[in-house]
């Protein structure tokens, strides 16, 4: 069953399609895409609707800040954000767009970004030394190669969708 922008993902899979052959290109080996690209290009179509769902599922468990932009919405984004410290009650009877609240009238872009990282983080598509960071290894050693990564945190998130989430995320910057 194919996606529903929207309803169930928030890119087409044309669009992540786009986004992952412009982005994932080694540019220091004259312009040649690394493995997430043909990996990506060689899944059959169910199956990239497949990633892109299980991606669309992890952004929505994400603490974001504000609202949804209208009641009638499916997904978290678009949001209305409140753009001034003030009193704000949860419930929608309180909820009047006025020159407070920054109302994003489509999804932004580095969303639909996140999203096509996710899937391609769900595929298998980033290196080992991404995974192991990820899942919170301190150190890595093989004969005289070592490599520390810091405090052994695990981040269920790639470092490229953490990224581009930054400034939607609850303590994340301010948006306005």
């Not at 974001?64 to 984004?77: N, P, S």
């Not at 769900?122 to 150190?139: F, I, N, P, Y």
């Not at 190669?145 to 910057?173: F, V």
């Amino acid at each position: 069953m194919a996606v529903t922008v929207g309803t169930d993902t928030y890119i087409t899979q044309a669009d992540a399609t786009t986004y992952i052959s412009d982005y994932h290109v080694n540019d220091y080996v004259g312009g040649s895409s690394d493995a997430s690209v043909s990996n990506w290009e060689d899944l059959t179509s169910d199956n990239k609707d497949v990633y892109l769902r299980k991606a669309t599922k992890i952004l929505q468990s994400i603490p974001v800040v504000g609202i949804k932009a209208t009641e009638a919405q499916t997904l978290e984004f678009p949001r209305a954000i409140w753009t001034e410290n003030a009193f704000y009650t949860s419930t929608r009877s309180n909820f009047f767009p006025n020159d407070n609240w920054y109302v994003q009238t489509s999804v932004p872009d580095d969303i639909k970004y996140a999203q096509a990282e996710i899937a391609l983080d769900l595929m298998g598509g980033v290196s080992e030394r991404a995974r192991m960071q990820r899942e919170g290894v301190k150190s890595f050693s093989l004969g005289k190669l070592s490599e520390n990564y810091g405090s052994g945190k695990p981040n269920t998130l790639p470092y490229e969708a953490k990224e581009l989430l930054k400034p939607y995320m609850l303590g994340g910057a301010r948006i306005a």
